[in-house]
Nanobody, 125 residues
Framework: QVQLMESGGGLVQAGDNLRLSCAAS?????????MGWFRQAPGKEREFVAA????????AYADSVKDQFTIATDIPKTTLYLHMNSLKPEDTAVYYC?????????????????WGQGTQVTVSP
């Protein structure tokens, strides 16, 4: 199994920056390839934010966050980060970390096998 624990969420003002973290552990984690971030705003479906390939570092972003958010991992590749710059009220959501055994269709939630509990990010105007 794989355990994913997000942290770093909170209440910020528009224009602020925030960094989310996701600590990964578990016997099966070494078999994962894709690590990603999704978010879900109230009343909306969960949407893809960004993903990174643990093997080769290839990154993927949703158009809505490109040039605003950056995904990264630490050297052991056991902690996933999401650097969020110039936050807007529409970025308000619960942000989820996810891990998958394959790098395929990473913008789809179904591509991931493991999920964290989520961390709330609220951006005030």
């Amino acid at each position: 199994q794989v355990q994913l624990m997000e942290s770093g969420g909170g209440l910020v003002q528009a224009g602020d920056n925030l960094r989310l973290s996701c600590a990964a552990s578990g016997r099966s984690f070494s078999s994962t390839v894709a690590m990603g971030w999704f978010r879900q705003a109230p009343g909306k479906e969960r949407e893809f934010v960004a993903a990174i390939n643990r093997n080769d570092g290839v990154e993927a972003y949703a158009d809505s966050v490109k040039d605003q958010f950056t995904i990264a991992t630490d050297i052991p590749k056991t902690t996933l980060y999401l650097h969020m710059n110039s936050l807007k009220p529409e970025d308000t959501a619960v942000y989820y970390c996810a891990a998958g055994r394959r790098w395929s269709l990473v913008e789809r939630a179904g591509a991931y096998d493991y999920w964290g509990q989520g961390t709330q990010v609220t951006v005030s105007p």
